[in-house]
Protein backbone atom coordinates (compact mmCIF):
# COMPACT_ATOMS: atom_id res chain seq x y z
CA UNK A 1 0.00 0.00 0.00
CA UNK A 2 1.19 3.50 -1.32
CA UNK A 3 0.68 5.96 1.65
CA UNK A 4 2.81 9.05 -0.20
CA UNK A 5 0.96 11.92 0.78
CA UNK A 6 1.32 13.56 -3.17
CA UNK A 7 1.77 11.99 -6.28
CA UNK A 8 4.66 11.91 -8.04
CA UNK A 9 5.44 13.36 -11.29
CA UNK A 10 8.58 12.54 -13.11
CA UNK A 11 11.00 14.58 -14.22
CA UNK A 12 14.38 14.73 -16.06
CA UNK A 13 16.58 18.10 -15.16
CA UNK A 14 20.29 18.27 -14.02
CA UNK A 15 20.89 20.05 -11.03
CA UNK A 16 24.04 20.24 -8.11
CA UNK A 17 23.53 19.30 -4.36
CA UNK A 18 25.65 21.45 -1.79
CA UNK A 19 25.56 20.60 2.09
CA UNK A 20 25.16 23.88 4.18
CA UNK A 21 25.59 24.67 7.48
CA UNK A 22 22.19 26.43 8.76
CA UNK A 23 22.14 29.89 10.22
CA UNK A 24 25.82 31.41 8.53
CA UNK A 25 24.81 29.20 4.89
CA UNK A 26 28.65 28.08 5.09
CA UNK A 27 29.33 25.46 2.44
CA UNK A 28 30.57 22.45 3.92
CA UNK A 29 30.33 19.93 0.96
CA UNK A 30 29.85 19.64 -2.50
CA UNK A 31 29.00 20.34 -5.15
CA UNK A 32 27.66 16.84 -5.86
CA UNK A 33 26.15 16.16 -9.69
CA UNK A 34 22.47 15.00 -9.72
CA UNK A 35 19.41 14.57 -11.47
CA UNK A 36 15.91 15.45 -10.31
CA UNK A 37 13.82 12.41 -11.32
CA UNK A 38 10.50 12.76 -10.49
CA UNK A 39 8.42 15.84 -8.31
CA UNK A 40 5.80 16.50 -5.62
CA UNK A 41 4.91 19.71 -3.85
CA UNK A 42 6.03 17.96 -0.84
CA UNK A 43 9.65 17.07 -2.23
CA UNK A 44 11.86 15.45 -4.94
CA UNK A 45 13.55 12.16 -6.26
CA UNK A 46 17.29 12.55 -7.07
CA UNK A 47 19.61 10.21 -8.62
CA UNK A 48 23.08 10.56 -8.44
CA UNK A 49 26.20 8.68 -9.06
CA UNK A 50 27.50 9.03 -5.29
CA UNK A 51 26.02 9.49 -1.53
CA UNK A 52 29.32 11.44 -0.66
CA UNK A 53 29.95 14.77 -0.92
CA UNK A 54 34.25 14.29 -0.21
CA UNK A 55 33.44 12.32 3.64
CA UNK A 56 29.84 13.67 3.80
CA UNK A 57 27.42 11.58 3.59
CA UNK A 58 24.78 13.20 1.57
CA UNK A 59 21.82 11.35 3.85
CA UNK A 60 23.19 10.70 7.26
CA UNK A 61 25.53 13.79 7.95
CA UNK A 62 22.23 16.26 8.21
CA UNK A 63 20.64 13.13 9.74
CA UNK A 64 22.86 12.99 12.19
CA UNK A 65 24.22 16.57 12.47
CA UNK A 66 20.80 18.81 12.46
CA UNK A 67 22.78 22.01 11.57
CA UNK A 68 23.27 20.73 8.30
CA UNK A 69 21.05 21.29 5.15
CA UNK A 70 20.85 20.05 1.38
CA UNK A 71 20.86 22.72 -0.80
CA UNK A 72 19.75 22.19 -4.66
CA UNK A 73 21.31 24.67 -6.91
CA UNK A 74 19.37 24.58 -10.50
CA UNK A 75 19.60 27.65 -13.35
CA UNK A 76 16.45 29.59 -12.96
CA UNK A 77 13.97 30.60 -15.53
CA UNK A 78 16.09 33.43 -16.37
CA UNK A 79 19.28 31.54 -16.66
CA UNK A 80 20.21 32.63 -13.15
CA UNK A 81 21.38 30.59 -10.13
CA UNK A 82 18.79 29.64 -7.87
CA UNK A 83 18.23 26.97 -5.13
CA UNK A 84 16.32 25.45 -2.54
CA UNK A 85 17.03 24.27 0.66
CA UNK A 86 16.05 20.38 1.50
CA UNK A 87 16.10 17.76 4.35
CA UNK A 88 16.93 14.16 2.75
CA UNK A 89 14.09 11.79 3.63
CA UNK A 90 15.44 8.13 2.20
CA UNK A 91 17.93 6.89 -0.11
CA UNK A 92 19.27 3.51 -1.64
CA UNK A 93 21.46 1.86 -3.94
CA UNK A 94 20.35 0.86 -6.94
CA UNK A 95 22.71 -2.23 -7.20
CA UNK A 96 21.28 -3.78 -10.27
CA UNK A 97 21.86 -0.92 -12.47
CA UNK A 98 25.88 -0.79 -14.37
CA UNK A 99 27.21 1.30 -13.07
CA UNK A 100 25.48 1.60 -9.66
CA UNK A 101 23.79 4.71 -8.86
CA UNK A 102 22.06 6.21 -5.83
CA UNK A 103 18.37 7.58 -5.29
CA UNK A 104 18.02 9.70 -2.57
CA UNK A 105 14.38 11.19 -1.95
CA UNK A 106 14.32 14.91 -0.18
CA UNK A 107 11.66 17.26 1.59
CA UNK A 108 11.42 20.52 0.59
CA UNK A 109 12.01 22.80 3.23
CA UNK A 110 9.51 25.57 2.16
CA UNK A 111 6.23 25.24 1.81
CA UNK A 112 5.06 23.86 -1.83
CA UNK A 113 3.28 27.47 -2.52
CA UNK A 114 6.51 29.28 -1.76
CA UNK A 115 8.05 31.38 -4.61
CA UNK A 116 11.25 28.89 -4.29
CA UNK A 117 9.25 25.72 -4.68
CA UNK A 118 6.28 27.32 -7.65
CA UNK A 119 9.68 28.30 -9.79
CA UNK A 120 11.51 25.29 -9.53
CA UNK A 121 8.41 23.00 -10.20
CA UNK A 122 7.77 25.43 -13.51
CA UNK A 123 11.64 24.59 -14.33
CA UNK A 124 10.98 21.13 -13.83
CA UNK A 125 8.15 20.93 -16.24
CA UNK A 126 6.63 17.78 -15.12
CA UNK A 127 6.40 15.14 -17.99
CA UNK A 128 2.84 15.09 -20.05
CA UNK A 129 0.11 16.33 -17.93
CA UNK A 130 0.63 18.74 -15.33
CA UNK A 131 -0.75 17.09 -13.12
CA UNK A 132 -4.09 17.43 -10.55
CA UNK A 133 -1.67 18.43 -7.67
CA UNK A 134 0.02 21.27 -9.71
CA UNK A 135 -3.65 22.62 -10.87
CA UNK A 136 -4.76 22.15 -7.03
CA UNK A 137 -1.72 23.99 -5.80
CA UNK A 138 -1.23 26.53 -8.16
CA UNK A 139 -4.24 26.78 -10.87
CA UNK A 140 -3.06 26.67 -14.70
CA UNK A 141 -0.35 29.11 -13.94
CA UNK A 142 2.59 26.54 -13.17
Partial sequence: MDKRRFERVPVAVDIEILVLRKGSGEIVGGPVAAAVVDVSPA????????IRAGALHLFYGPKDDLNLVLRL???????APRHIDVIPV???KELDSAPPFY???VE????PASPSVRELLRILKPAGSIGRWLRELFGERV
Fill in 43 to 50: GAGLTLAS
Fill in 108 to 111: FIER
Fill in 73 to 79: RFSGEDG
Fill in 90 to 92: WFD
Fill in 103 to 105: RLG
